[in-house]
């Protein structure tokens, strides 16, 4: 392979998979808020549950 | 089941929803990763500047791609419904017509859900078919004419039985699949199928990189032409290969982020997903053009000089040859399509429940009468269409005006309707912030609610223009009027029929959680007190 096209596979990589990396990483180290607003819990049975129409 | 204020309301019934934040991100990476990760991304990029076409590609994934995907996740989890549900929860009161683009963009993903699935059964068949290379040496002749048996443009009722029975087993597979519910059938095939999925496709990438002339390959596609910078086109491809690749703006990501607890995070699964769909591409771009670098190699030509490098030439023509001349081939031939096989299979799902989900909710059904239902009638047409001796031609014409004018169009309406007509944009924006960590500020409205659809409008029109003047691929006027127009046509119409049809049970009465801050705009405007409200 070629130095520039050696250059631009390592940079696509190292940006798109970079990207994936610290996105998965930044997720696993706050996986969610801890000061939601008050309400929004849900009353969620398992397996197969007619539609929710409401709230 | 709780108001916005979180008390318990008699009577209203619980959601589907999928078992966790980890099931969400596979089951929305399956749906991202199909068909055009695979066998598009490469060429596409080949094509328009090689290694520079990266700055482009880039650009439109973090100025549309992510912010329409944002979009998509602020209205399915806030709306909590489907498509044609949260458009209308989205419009209140005064635009609860506005449901009819949810069932806008139901028809797309049911008649996408028509030939996608004949591409997975042909995907099925040659990876049979790798075991003993039957291809032989003509692989164009023996797809077009051993294979699929193709007449000229019409409409033909002789059914191609090599096409039409692995085309009726994956609607059962999809059908049962979906039967199961989000949970325990989509979910789980996802988490199944994805970690395969990369297992068999980075085994075919590691084989290819050893090949001969696999160098030569990549530096075909990441050599960079600077000067395709300059080039409109190439631009609008890149934006073009983003937005089709990320399944967004049709009413998948609004479904899937419906099933998502009310207190989930949803910008940076978000980011997650957008990344791994294109971290996939990055990946596929490397084992095709690894591979097709050999091609050139054996055929003693340079890889400019190839042809058939994207679609469905790429992979049922091109690619059964260079497995025929390979080491090993039909291990080589399993893995292919093995992989496509299972990145359709998962895009399918998330297109069909598109559809289940905005019919289980109108008309009240549980989801196994709605996979059932909604199933068998697009398992009819399916093979109506797409497997007789005309299928190829059909699947080539749907396909273009579902994508390019069906989902392009979709896209700019939403984006108008929900940012400059209702704007809402502060309200969405203000959504994704309370219950995400990582937060989108003002540039994100401006992305999402004004770059977007002028890009998008952009390449509507042009599209637009370029199939009324040039035709499409030379096929006859009254086919086009037919197959491409009047799918369209059906979109439109059954958008209207569907949305004046009345409702099992009204999804109004609804109140968004959370509440606006003070001073926010009436999140619940038109909201009454049917439904369940107390």
Same mark, same amino acid.
């Given at each position: 392979?070629?130095?520039?096209?050696?250059?631009?596979?390592?940079?696509?990589?190292?940006?798109?998979?970079?990207?994936?990396?610290?996105?998965?990483?930044?997720?696993?180290?706050?996986?969610?808020?801890?000061?939601?607003?008050?309400?929004?819990?849900?009353?969620?049975?398992?397996?197969?549950?007619?539609?929710?129409?409401?709230? | 089941?709780?108001?916005?204020?979180?008390?318990?309301?008699?009577?209203?019934?619980?959601?589907?929803?999928?078992?966790?934040?980890?099931?969400?991100?596979?089951?929305?990476?399956?749906?991202?990763?199909?068909?055009?990760?695979?066998?598009?991304?490469?060429?596409?990029?080949?094509?328009?500047?090689?290694?520079?076409?990266?700055?482009?590609?880039?650009?439109?994934?973090?100025?549309?791609?992510?912010?329409?995907?944002?979009?998509?996740?602020?209205?399915?989890?806030?709306?909590?419904?489907?498509?044609?549900?949260?458009?209308?929860?989205?419009?209140?009161?005064?635009?609860?017509?506005?449901?009819?683009?949810?069932?806008?963009?139901? =028809?797309?993903?049911?008649?996408?859900?028509?030939?996608?699935?004949?591409?997975?059964?042909?995907?099925?068949?040659?990876?049979?078919?790798?075991?003993?290379?039957?291809?032989?040496?003509?692989?164009?002749?023996?797809?077009?004419?051993?294979?699929?048996?193709?007449?000229?443009?019409?409409?033909?009722?002789?059914?191609?039985?090599?096409?039409?029975?692995?085309?009726?087993?994956?609607? @059962?597979?999809?059908?049962?699949?979906?039967?199961?519910?989000?949970?325990?059938?989509?979910?789980?095939?996802?988490?199944?199928?994805?970690?395969?999925?990369?297992?068999?496709?980075?085994?075919?990438?590691?084989?290819?990189?050893?090949?001969?002339?696999?160098?030569?390959?990549?530096?075909?596609?990441?050599?960079?032409?600077?000067?395709?910078?300059?080039?409109?086109?190439?631009?609008?491809?890149?934006?073009?290969?983003?937005?089709?690749?990320?399944?967004?703006?049709?009413?998948?990501?609004?479904?899937?982020?419906?099933?998502?607890?009310?207190?989930?995070?949803?910008?940076?699964?978000?980011? @997650?997903?957008?990344?791994?769909?294109?971290?996939?591409?990055?990946?596929?771009?490397?084992?095709?053009?690894?591979?097709?670098?050999?091609?050139?190699?054996?055929?003693?030509?340079?890889?400019?000089?190839?042809?058939?490098?994207?679609?469905?030439?790429?992979?049922?023509?091109?690619?059964?040859?260079?497995?025929?001349?390979?080491?090993?081939?039909?291990?080589?031939?399993?893995?292919?399509?093995?992989?496509?096989? =299972?990145?359709?299979?998962?895009?399918?799902?998330?297109?069909?429940?598109?559809?289940?989900?905005?019919?289980?909710?109108?008309?009240?059904?549980?989801?196994?009468?709605?996979?059932?239902?909604?199933?068998?009638?697009?398992?009819?047409?399916?093979?109506?269409?797409?497997?007789?001796?005309?299928?190829?031609?059909?699947?080539?014409?749907?396909?273009?005006?579902?994508?390019?004018?069906?989902?392009?169009?979709?896209?700019?309406?939403?984006?108008?309707?929900?940012?400059?007509?209702?704007?809402?944009?502060?309200?969405?924006?203000?959504?994704?912030?309370?219950?995400?960590?990582?937060?989108?500020?003002?540039?994100?409205?401006?992305?999402?609610?004004?770059?977007?659809?002028?890009?998008?409008?952009? =390449?509507?029109?042009?599209?637009?223009?370029?199939?009324?003047?040039?035709?499409?691929?030379?096929?006859?006027?009254?086919?086009?009027?037919?197959?491409?127009?009047?799918?369209?046509?059906?979109?439109?119409?059954?958008?209207?029929?569907?949305?004046?049809?009345?409702?099992?049970?009204?999804?109004?009465?609804?109140?968004?959680?959370?509440?606006?801050?003070?001073?926010?705009?009436?999140?619940?405007?038109?909201?009454?007190?049917?439904?369940?409200?107390?």
């Amino acid at each position: 392979m070629t130095a520039t096209a050696v250059f631009f596979l390592v940079l696509a990589v190292a940006l798109v998979w970079g990207g994936l990396i610290a996105s998965v990483v930044g997720l696993s180290r706050r996986p969610g808020r801890l000061d939601f607003p008050p309400g929004g819990e849900d009353d969620h049975r398992e397996d197969v549950a007619p539609v929710e129409r409401d709230t | 089941m709780s108001t916005s204020a979180g008390e318990h309301v008699a009577g209203a019934q619980p959601r589907e929803q999928w078992t966790g934040q980890v099931g969400f991100i596979l089951a929305a990476i399956g749906s991202a990763v199909g068909l055009g990760n695979i066998w598009r991304f490469p060429g596409v990029a080949y094509e328009n500047g090689g290694g520079a076409f990266l700055i482009p590609y880039l650009v439109a994934l973090v100025t549309a791609g992510i912010p329409i995907l944002f979009l998509d996740y602020a209205i399915g989890h806030r709306f909590r419904g489907s498509a044609p549900t949260a458009f209308r929860r989205l419009g209140g009161g005064r635009m609860k017509w506005l449901e009819s683009l949810g069932w806008f963009q139901v =028809m797309i993903c049911f008649v996408i859900a028509l030939y996608y699935t004949v591409v997975i059964a042909w995907a099925a068949s040659y990876f049979v078919f790798s075991f003993d290379l039957r291809w032989g040496d003509d692989t164009a002749g023996f797809l077009v004419g051993d294979y699929l048996q193709v007449s000229d443009p019409g409409l033909s009722f002789t059914f191609v039985p090599a096409v039409l029975i692995p085309l009726v087993l994956i609607w @059962v597979a999809v059908i049962v699949v979906l039967a199961f519910g989000v949970a325990r059938g989509v979910q789980r095939i996802n988490v199944i199928f994805l970690p395969l999925l990369v297992v068999a496709f980075a085994a075919l990438v590691i084989r290819s990189l050893f090949l001969d002339g696999a160098a030569d390959g990549l530096n075909a596609l990441f050599t960079p032409d600077f000067a395709a910078l300059a080039d409109p086109n190439v631009w609008i491809a890149a934006y073009s290969q983003i937005f089709f690749s990320l399944s967004i703006a049709f009413g998948i990501m609004i479904t899937y982020a419906s099933y998502r607890r009310r207190r989930s995070n949803l910008t940076t699964p978000g980011l @997650v997903v957008a990344f791994a769909n294109s971290s996939f591409e990055i990946l596929a771009g490397i084992g095709v053009f690894a591979t097709l670098g050999f091609f050139a190699f054996q055929q003693g030509v340079d890889v400019a000089e190839l042809e058939g490098l994207t679609g469905v030439g790429l992979s049922f023509i091109t690619f059964p040859a260079i497995v025929s001349q390979m080491p090993g081939g039909p291990i080589f031939g399993i893995l292919f399509f093995g992989s496509l096989a =299972m990145a359709g299979f998962t895009s399918l799902l998330s297109v069909l429940q598109v559809v289940s989900a905005g019919f289980q909710e109108k008309f009240g059904l549980s989801p196994r009468q709605a996979a059932i239902r909604v199933g068998l009638v697009a398992m009819v047409l399916s093979v109506l269409l797409f497997s007789t001796t005309t299928g190829l031609i059909a699947l080539d014409t749907v396909d273009n005006w579902a994508n390019n004018i069906g989902i392009v169009a979709s896209a700019v309406l939403a984006g108008v309707f929900a940012f400059w007509v209702l704007r809402k944009g502060s309200e969405l924006r203000s959504h994704l912030n309370a219950v995400s960590t990582f937060r989108v500020g003002g540039i994100w409205t401006v992305l999402a609610g004004v770059l977007a659809p002028i890009v998008l409008g952009y =390449m509507l029109v042009s599209r637009i223009v370029t199939l009324i003047v040039d035709g499409y691929e030379g096929y006859p006027s009254w086919y086009l009027a037919l197959m491409g127009w009047g799918t369209v046509l059906v979109f439109v119409l059954a958008a209207f029929v569907l949305t004046a049809i009345r409702w099992r049970r009204s999804p109004d009465g609804f109140r968004p959680w959370p509440a606006l801050p003070e001073g926010g705009s009436r999140a619940d405007a038109g909201a009454s007190t049917e439904g369940g409200r107390s």
